[in-house]
């Protein structure tokens, strides 16, 4: 079992005056969970201090079990409906009390926890129901407030995609909701700390010390090959479609940018830039989509074939190692193998990616003039000939020049 913390940004949906209250009643939910955590902590520690930090002692037993749903101590505060803040506080009371125990607070080298007015407003995982809504993934949650998720609210893309897999898998309910929490940023976006217990997918039906060897180029996107067998060969994906929409793409920006060049100011100006940037949305989404099939496809190989581990290369400011690449999202691209993989017990490892182009996977000499053209390998040393890509995907498959 794996316990994993997502943070989703939200927000609440429904009239103006819906989401007003919506967004009240958060806020005041969560001051009510303020002023009960503080006053159950302060039960719990002032039976500590009176009993002389002896938490065997009948006072400090006897307040521990007095920490119920019931206690009078929740009296007068006006907790949010549906949400049973006060099991969460109780439950939480006593378990920081313990950590702050474990951590020295017998010692007296920690003082007793105080819950800050912010603390996040936590709440039960069954109270958070997912479900789509067209293109939306929306959560149904207490009081009939919905929220929808603000997907690509992460900076970085490829966290958006997975995130999106994540949710589909927890609207699947592939993957529990545990107890999770709500809280507002510092520039007051409503964020969703969403706890999930992922179920471990144990690595299973592998070949012991298998490597798939990924070598990723430009005329072949990605030429994958086992270590152990190498006639388990493929590439994958073509370059000739991607990088012809891609240059109609460049040719479009190019012609947008000389007109703007041109353009002096005003709103000819403004149209043609934010043309510009649709553009490279555009552009951008498109090498995603590429990436993202891509990846599905080296991962695939893999587990069609049994491999325990994925080599790729070290990317570097220029690309891999001898290689020069530059223009495509490489990172990307890695980054989406690597979680992929990693969902199926998969493990991917980075090499060194020097030579991996120049060394015969024969006899291991090392020549720049082994690489006759692009696509010829020969070695000079021992003239075993073979597929540029095909040798150098061999050579990742087999380095164990690990690089973290
Ligand atoms: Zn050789």
């Given at each position: 079992i794996m316990i994993t913390v997502r943070k989703l940004k939200l927000t609440v949906i429904g009239t103006d005056e819906e989401r007003k209250q919506g967004y009240k009643f958060i806020r005041d939910s969560q001051y009510a969970q303020y002023q009960g955590l503080n006053l159950a902590m302060g039960i719990l520690s002032s039976a500590y201090l009176e009993s002389n930090r002896d938490i065997k002692s009948d006072t400090f037993k006897n307040a521990q079990k007095s920490l119920?749903?019931?206690?009078?101590?929740?009296?007068?505060i006006a907790f949010g409906?549906?949400?049973?803040t006060k099991s969460s506080i109780t439950q939480r009371v006593k378990k920081d009390f313990k950590t702050s125990l474990k951590n020295g607070l017998a010692k007296g080298e920690r003082t007793i926890t105080n819950y800050k007015r912010n603390y996040p407003l936590m709440t039960r995982g069954r109270d958070l129901k997912f479900m789509y809504e067209g293109d939306d993934i929306l959560i149904k949650w207490v009081n009939k407030i919905i929220f929808k998720v603000v997907l690509g609210a992460t900076k970085r893309k490829e966290n958006s995609i997975e995130l999106q897999h994540t949710l589909h898998k927890v609207i699947d309910k592939e993957y529990k909701v545990m107890q999770s929490s709500l809280c507002f940023d510092k520039n007051n976006n409503l964020i969703l700390n969403l706890t999930l217990d992922i179920p471990y997918t144990p690595k299973k039906n592998f070949v012991e010390g298998r490597v798939l060897g990924v070598d990723l180029g430009i005329k072949y996107p990605a030429y994958v090959c086992l270590n152990d067998d190498t006639y388990k060969r493929e590439h994958l994906g073509s370059i000739n479609d991607f990088m012809k929409v891609r240059e109609q793409m460049q040719q479009r920006a190019r012609n947008l940018q000389q007109a703007l060049k041109l353009t002096k100011g005003g709103k000819g100006r403004t149209k043609k830039t934010q043309a510009l940037n649709r553009l490279k949305d555009k552009e951008r989404n498109w090498a995603k989509t590429y990436n993202h099939q891509l990846s599905k496809k080296i991962v695939d190989f893999a587990i069609k074939h049994q491999c325990e581990f994925i080599n790729m290369e070290k990317l570097t400011k220029d690309g891999f190692g001898d290689k020069l690449l530059r223009n495509w999202s490489y990172y990307e691209l890695q980054n989406m193998v690597e979680y992929k993989a990693e969902r199926v017990g998969i493990t991917v490892r980075y090499i060194d990616p020097a030579y991996t182009s120049q060394t015969c996977c024969i006899c291991g000499h090392i020549d720049k003039d082994n690489r006759q053209t692009q696509e010829k390998f020969k070695c000079t040393e021992c003239g075993f000939e073979l597929n540029a890509d095909h040798n150098a995907s061999i050579n990742i498959a087999r380095s164990e020049k690990f690089i973290k």
């Open positions: 119920t749903n019931s206690n009078p101590l929740f009296e007068g409906t549906g949400i049973d």
